[in-house]
């Protein structure tokens, strides 16, 4: 009789601990469903057509689509589309790529892995409303693909290499995570042909077309299936867009306006201003004089384009502020990474709780309010006193939370936005391919480390500046 209660015993304590585990399981599947909420929606990623049948030397387009569920609006896609054996990419991604300009402003990244048959696609929408970014089906790009051999295969956006953000109509956040669920791949088959992509196609191949002043046509080509020429189509829907028809230079001045000539309108080649290095005037009456030492971060060991960054400067003190342009600095003899410089500060005359905010031609802009500041300050007002002396104010060293390089345009074109963002990134990627190298003492925007040269180093640079963001505005 004890041993069957003893069985008992132990039955019923076997059943309690199983009731105990399933409880555990259901509450830690409650938890992951939980962290699962970061997705707002799901998506599907689809490449069109379903099937291809080409020939060998054809232009092959592809499209790339995201199907969005929930009326889930999309704001970023990072895509790794690959593809099969008998394709490939001539010329740089960027060539092969055209961007649906309609859902997506800037292709931050288009990068090929030719070992892998792998294409990464990253493509943000940037000035754009929330209420205004595309839902539904929603085309990303369309990728050209050469056809270089007989064979048969699959072109496809790898669901699980491939995010999606956007923007939530309920919740109304941005940049939230949309599950990408289901991809559709689509199949091609290529047979033997003349080797000609041209031959489908009647005539010769036509001239850029450039007498619309709204759109340009270049780039003509003679996709599989067809026998008409067709062009890649350039609308002049962003403001400082550039793009070359016929061997000309055209850039679109504003969105919606009209294709020009004339560069100046976009930036050009215009640099900014170098300041001139004549000394700074002595003070009259009781202007304020600031003596300081500030420095850039991450110069190269070897750079020698940096010392004629053109430098700003705004002071705020008294309940007054003033913007000074084109401050004069000078490289320390001790140490000429660190620049040295003496500003009077005409119609400034606060001597006490002043605070200072710095940016150069290339940076985010930095809030100085205290001597030897080795970080963000980040209250209002300052610390600085000041004198109308330059032999008698304070030299103030702010060396040690230097500025850091990488707001170099903005949508609008070569112009500071205070920010450091996907625009920047595309410029930077743009500007250090060609690997443009200058004498000593001149310039270059996107030479962030001023070794006088555009190399990946300039991207590095960038990057460390990313987690920033944006400059220091009170």
């Known amino acids: 009789m004890t041993m069957k209660n003893s069985k008992n015993k132990s039955l019923i304590l076997v059943l309690v601990l199983l009731a105990a585990l399933a409880g555990a399981l259901v509450l830690v599947n409650s938890n992951q469903e939980t962290r699962r909420g970061a997705y707002f929606s799901d998506t599907n990623v689809r490449v069109l057509p379903d099937t291809v049948s080409a020939t060998l030397g054809q232009e092959i387009p592809f499209e790339l689509r995201v199907e969005t569920a929930n009326g889930a ?3 970023t896609v990072d895509a790794k589309v690959c593809y099969g054996n008998g394709l490939a ?3 740089t991604a960027t060539d092969k790529i055209d961007l649906n300009k309609e859902a997506f402003t800037q292709v931050i990244e288009a990068r090929v892995d030719q070992a892998a048959h792998c294409v990464r696609i990253i493509a943000i929408s940037t ?3 929330p209420e205004n970014l595309k839902s539904g089906s929603v085309k990303l790009a369309t990728i050209r693909f050469k056809a270089v051999s007989q064979t048969s295969g699959k072109v496809e956006m790898v669901a699980a290499s491939t995010t999606v953000g956007g923007y939530n109509p309920a ?20 047979g033997a042909g003349g080797g000609n992509e041209d031959d489908n196609c009647s005539g010769s191949k036509p001239a850029d077309r450039c007498d619309d002043p709204k759109m340009l046509q270049i780039n003509a080509q003679c996709y599989a299936g067809t026998t008409e020429w067709d062009f890649n189509d350039q609308l002049c829907d962003s403001a400082g867009r550039r793009e070359v028809c016929s061997g000309i230079n055209y850039c679109c001045p504003s969105a919606g306006g009209d294709w020009t000539t004339d560069m100046t309108a976009c930036g050009g080649n215009v640099e900014p201003t170098v300041p001139d290095t004549e000394p700074t005037s002595p003070p009259t009456g009781d202007d304020s004089v600031l003596n300081f030492k500030i420095a850039y971060r991450n110069l190269a060991s070897d750079a020698k384009c940096y010392e004629n960054w053109p430098l700003k400067l705004i002071v705020m003190g008294g309940g007054v502020t003033r913007v000074y342009t084109n401050v004069s600095v000078s490289p320390d003899p001790a140490n000429p990474r660190i620049m040295n410089g003496s500003i009077v500060l005409n119609g400034f005359t606060a001597k006490n709780g002043v605070a200072v905010f710095f940016k150069n031609s290339k940076s985010l802009q930095n809030k100085y309010g205290k ?3 080795t970080e963000a300050y980040n209250r209002a007002g300052g610390e600085l006193t000041l004198t109308n002396s330059a032999s008698s104010s304070p030299v103030y060293d702010f060396t040690n939370y230097p500025l850091m390089p990488g707001d170099v345009v903005s949508q609008d074109g070569e112009v500071q936005d205070g920010l450091v963002n996907g625009i920047d990134f595309a410029y930077m990627k743009s500007k250090v391919v060609t690997h443009q190298t200058v004498n000593a003492g001149e310039y270059l925007q996107a030479d962030l480390d001023g070794n006088c040269q555009l190399n990946s180093a300039d991207v590095t640079v960038f990057k460390r500046t990313l987690e920033e963001k944006q400059g220091q505005l009170y």
């Open 127 to 129: 000035g754009i409303l």
């Open 371 to 373: 001597d030897n500041q």
């Open 73 to 75: 609006k999309v704001s």
């Open 171 to 190: 919740a109304g956040a941005t940049d939230t995570s949309i599950r990408v669920t289901t991809s559709y791949t689509a199949s091609y088959t290529i």
């Open 89 to 91: 990419i001539e010329g």
